[in-house]
């Protein structure tokens, strides 16, 4: 069965940080652009984040530049987005997604090929 998990959302204050990870099992991560989308409560999933097959290419939306960071481990099969500084308006279900392309379309993968199922992330005080 080809599947991507995401782990490690939770409750966290403003200012504080997360470790999103993904993990693909059925299929090899490495031939895959991978990234993370968001959607939060009534608003579009976005995507905010991308990186490419072999990690040389990472490309963030202006909304977390700065503050987050997409990395892979390809021999792990695993993707992680390390999230500082979170604010209120971080709050949503963040989904991982891979495309069958190498390369990102700008700091999306696309088209998406597998979707996780998403983890819930809440910046609250």
């Known amino acids: 069965q080809l599947q991507l998990v995401e782990s490690g959302g939770g409750l966290v204050q403003p200012g504080g940080s997360l470790r999103l990870s993904c993990t693909a099992s059925?299929?090899?991560?490495?031939?895959?652009?991978m990234g993370w989308f968001r959607q939060a409560p009534g608003k579009e999933r976005e995507g905010i984040s991308c990186i490419s097959s072999s990690g040389s290419s990472t490309n963030y939306a202006d909304s977390v530049k700065g503050r987050f960071t997409i990395s892979r481990d390809n021999a792990e099969n695993t993707m992680v987005l390390q999230m500082n500084s979170l604010k209120p308006e971080d709050t949503a279900i963040y989904y991982c997604?891979?495309?069958?392309?190498?390369?990102?379309?700008?700091?999306?993968?696309?088209?998406?090929?597998?979707w996780g199922q998403g983890t819930q992330v809440t910046v609250s005080s």
């Open positions: 059925g299929f090899t991560l490495g031939y895959y652009a």
């Open positions: 997604a891979a495309s069958r392309h190498a390369s990102c379309s700008g700091y999306v993968p696309r088209p998406v090929d597998f």
